[in-house]
């Protein structure tokens, strides 16, 4: 069947849509989409139907149910030049090589029609097929032609897996120019070769064949100011990836389940004095006591989340930021050790400036836990001494203003929290502003509960002026104090 075939410009449109909608497979459709401008409008648009999505919207998820429409979206001529806000993209669940070949080389063509692309995630293995792979580079590749600001990577293994040879020219000058040998410059004509407006980007595993690209586009993006790494466990390639990074406009930096050569990751850290917020943790070391990070590293970081193991033997004094205002600490570790959170508020002591303290507690039997130790330690000062090895420095920190106290699973605290917290919230010398999320109160907490809570709280403290909870409908109740 061909355009020549069929001349549907003397057919009403009635006729069409009835043909369109008499057809139900989806390869018969996306051969009528072929034929003539008038059937390829109507084709897609019934595939649209079928199968539940909205081009139009601006949103776009392909995945196990929806990949099979990528062929049809690809030559859909309502594509061309049409903007996207956000592609949602899962390739996990193809198992033919022939399959993923063929759905990906569509997702290149789908991509390449549009005019722009501001946001995009992309799931899939961390590698396959030569041919595969290069057509993935390739969609990347493409990306940076339309706008892409905000760019999420994961892959479904937790470690990287070296492909194949391949002949790929593309591949080649990016591993020739983007991962120079140790003491050899990048050629910076290659990097101004393209626009690349990335803003965001995060990456879970970074698959071999993808580094090479990665690194070139990473180092071309002079807009990027969020940079996220998770499980990445190939160190000796990770090592060559961070040493070569270079992000002048890096604020936001996020490293975590990751392996890290200590001397690269100091290195580079070194290197994006730019970086305002560092979030560390649930990484591991290629030595077991690695060299602490030197003082005066990250002049202008104003937010650090990491637990207490980093906190206390990684990071220089707290003193030595001097634009430091908010320290976020995982509190579960903490909980089930009361030596951890010792170290880590005593590791808060030094801070120069006032800062906001946020404890991420796993689940609330670890706040109640948190909540018992640090009560028995200030009361009991020479049992406590001798069981934890110091006091409890709860009391000593003047210098957190601000606290909030969050939970991430969706339960509720016991009861008996509400005494805890108002006597150990009394503990600080010098708390102002306290918010508390919903999982962290009883589960019945209505608002004469929350009213009933800022009293307590009042009589105890003369310090504290406002707090805030989360209530059921997630609005928030505010209570002006003292």
Same mark, same amino acid.
């Given at each position: 069947?061909?355009?020549?075939?069929?001349?549907?410009?003397?057919?009403?449109?009635?006729?069409?849509?009835?043909?369109?909608?008499?057809?139900?497979?989806?390869?018969?459709?996306?051969?009528?989409?072929?034929?003539?401008?008038?059937?390829?409008?109507?084709?897609?648009?019934?595939?649209?139907?079928?199968?539940?999505?909205? $081009?139009?919207?601006?949103?776009?998820?392909?995945?196990?149910?929806?990949?099979?429409?990528?062929?049809?979206?690809?030559?859909?001529?309502?594509?061309?030049?049409?903007?996207?806000?956000?592609?949602?993209?899962?390739?996990?669940?193809?198992?033919? $090589?022939?399959?993923?070949?063929?759905?990906?080389?569509?997702?290149?063509?789908?991509?390449?029609?549009?005019?722009?692309?501001?946001?995009?995630?992309?799931?899939?293995?961390?590698?396959?097929?030569?041919?595969?792979?290069?057509?993935?580079?390739?969609?990347?590749?493409?990306?940076?032609?339309?706008?892409?600001?905000?760019?999420?990577?994961?892959?479904?293994?937790?470690?990287?897996?070296?492909?194949?040879?391949?002949?790929?020219?593309?591949?080649?000058?990016?591993?020739?120019?983007?991962?120079?040998?140790?003491?050899?410059?990048?050629?910076?004509?290659?990097?101004?070769?393209?626009?690349?407006?990335?803003?965001?980007?995060?990456?879970?595993?970074?698959?071999?064949?993808?580094?090479?690209?990665?690194?070139?586009?990473?180092?071309?993006?002079?807009?990027?100011?969020?940079?996220?790494?998770?499980?990445?466990?190939?160190?000796?390639?990770?090592?060559?990836?961070?040493?070569?990074?270079?992000?002048?406009?890096?604020?936001?930096?996020?490293?975590?389940?990751?392996?890290?050569?200590?001397?690269?990751?100091?290195?580079?850290?070194?290197?994006?004095?730019?970086?305002?917020?560092?979030?560390?943790?649930?990484?591991?070391?290629?030595?077991?006591?690695?060299?602490?990070?030197?003082?005066?590293?990250?002049?202008?970081?104003?937010?650090?989340?990491?637990?207490?193991?980093?906190?206390?033997?990684?990071?220089?004094?707290?003193?030595?930021? $001097?634009?430091?205002?908010?320290?976020?600490?995982?509190?579960?570790?903490?909980?089930?050790?009361?030596?951890?959170?010792?170290?880590?508020?005593?590791?808060?002591?030094p801070c120069v400036n006032d800062i906001t303290l946020s404890l991420e507690f796993?689940?609330?039997?670890?706040?109640?836990?948190?909540?018992?130790?640090?009560?028995?330690?200030?009361?009991?000062?020479?049992?406590?001494?001798?069981?934890?090895g110091d006091t409890d420095p709860t009391r000593f920190l003047r210098c957190v203003?601000?606290?909030?106290?969050?939970?991430?699973?969706?339960?509720?605290?016991?009861?008996?929290?509400?005494?805890?917290?108002?006597?150990?919230?009394?503990?600080?010398?010098?708390?102002?502003?306290?918010?508390?999320?919903?999982?962290?109160?009883?589960?019945?907490?209505?608002?004469d509960h929350f009213q009933k809570f800022a009293k307590m709280l009042a009589r105890?403290?003369?310090?504290?002026?406002?707090?805030?909870?989360?209530?059921?409908?997630?609005?928030?109740?505010?209570?002006?104090?003292?």
């Amino acid at each position: 069947m061909s355009s020549s075939q069929i001349r549907t410009a003397t057919l009403p449109v009635e006729l069409l849509t009835m043909i369109v909608q008499n057809i139900h497979d989806g390869d018969d459709l996306h051969q009528l989409a072929r034929t003539s401008r008038d059937f390829n409008f109507l084709a897609v648009e019934e595939l649209c139907s079928k199968y539940n999505i909205h $081009p139009r919207s601006g949103i776009l998820t392909l995945d196990n149910h929806t990949l099979p429409i990528i062929s049809t979206l690809a030559i859909s001529l309502s594509i061309v030049g049409a903007p996207l806000q956000f592609l949602n993209c899962d390739l996990t669940n193809t198992q033919s $090589p022939q399959e993923m070949i063929k759905q990906t080389s569509s997702l290149l063509n789908f991509v390449s029609a549009l005019s722009s692309l501001q946001r995009a995630s992309f799931y899939f293995p961390s590698s396959g097929p030569g041919e595969w792979e290069d057509t993935l580079v390739a969609v990347f590749d493409t990306l940076a032609e339309k706008s892409c600001t905000d760019l999420h990577v994961k892959t479904f293994t937790r470690s990287t897996t070296s492909p194949g040879p391949r002949n790929n020219k593309l591949a080649s000058l990016l591993q020739r120019f983007s991962l120079p040998s140790t003491g050899k410059r990048q050629n910076s004509r290659i990097v101004k070769t393209y626009s690349n407006r990335l803003e965001t980007c995060y990456l879970q595993t970074l698959p071999t064949f993808l580094q090479p690209l990665f690194l070139y586009r990473l180092n071309a993006s002079s807009r990027l100011t969020n940079l996220t790494f998770r499980y990445i466990y190939n160190y000796q390639e990770w090592d060559a990836f961070i040493t070569h990074l270079d992000l002048p406009s890096l604020l936001v930096f996020t490293v975590s389940h990751c392996i890290i050569p200590g001397d690269a990751f100091s290195t580079f850290l070194k290197h994006h004095p730019s970086i305002v917020s560092l979030d560390f943790h649930h990484n591991t070391y290629l030595r077991h006591n690695p060299p602490a990070l030197p003082s005066g590293i990250l002049p202008r970081l104003t937010k650090l989340r990491t637990t207490s193991e980093y906190l206390v033997r990684y990071f220089p004094p707290l003193d030595t930021f $001097p634009e430091l205002t908010s320290v976020i600490l995982p509190a579960g570790d903490m909980a089930r050790d009361s030596t951890r959170a010792v170290m880590a508020l005593q590791a808060l002591l030094p801070c120069v400036n006032d800062i906001t303290l946020s404890l991420e507690f796993t689940y609330v039997q670890c706040l109640d836990t948190w909540l018992r130790d640090s009560l028995v330690r200030a009361h009991h000062h020479g049992q406590a001494a001798n069981r934890f090895g110091d006091t409890d420095p709860t009391r000593f920190l003047r210098c957190v203003k601000a606290l909030k106290l969050d939970s991430k699973l969706i339960a509720y605290s016991s009861d008996g929290v509400i005494d805890l917290l108002v006597r150990w919230l009394c503990m600080f010398p010098a708390l102002n502003r306290v918010f508390i999320t919903r999982p962290c109160l009883p589960r019945v907490f209505t608002r004469d509960h929350f009213q009933k809570f800022a009293k307590m709280l009042a009589r105890g403290s003369a310090c504290v002026k406002n707090i805030s909870v989360e209530a059921d409908d997630l609005s928030i109740w505010t209570s002006c104090i003292n």
